[in-house]
Nanobody, 121 residues
């Protein structure tokens, strides 16, 4: 059973919006910090955003602050990333990840398979 499954990726024009979802299963979702991480073509992993297990604390990379919003619904075991004012440099494969407590990007306990977001100028 795949613990995390992303959906919502698409190709959009610059300035557009997308909402990514990540459905979790097989672990106690509400006890885990959740993360969005992305990898642009030819580049390494880039941390995008984090949300605490209860949803009360959120954090963003400077590159997305003010444009992206992370949220979670613990009753539905689902993580979200609302992406507005998209830019071509947001083009990447987006991964959701889970860790029991704070973790190091790239070393999280659970990962999704990734989903493509493409932003054209």
């Amino acid at each position: 059973q795949v613990p995390l499954v992303e959906s919502g990726g698409d190709s959009v024009q610059a300035g557009g919006s997308l909402r990514l979802s990540c459905a979790a299963s097989g672990f106690t979702f509400s006890a885990y910090w959740m993360y969005w991480v992305r990898q642009a073509p030819g580049k390494g992993l880039e941390w995008v955003s984090s949300i605490a297990s209860g949803g009360g604390s959120t954090y963003y990379a400077d590159s997305v602050k003010g444009r992206f919003t992370i949220s979670r619904d613990n009753a539905k075991n689902t993580l979200y990333l609302q992406m507005n004012s998209l830019k071509p440099e947001d083009t990447a494969v987006y991964y959701c990840a889970a860790n029991y407590g704070l973790g190091v990007c790239g070393a999280f306990q659970y990962w999704g398979q990734g989903i493509q977001v493409t932003v054209s100028s």
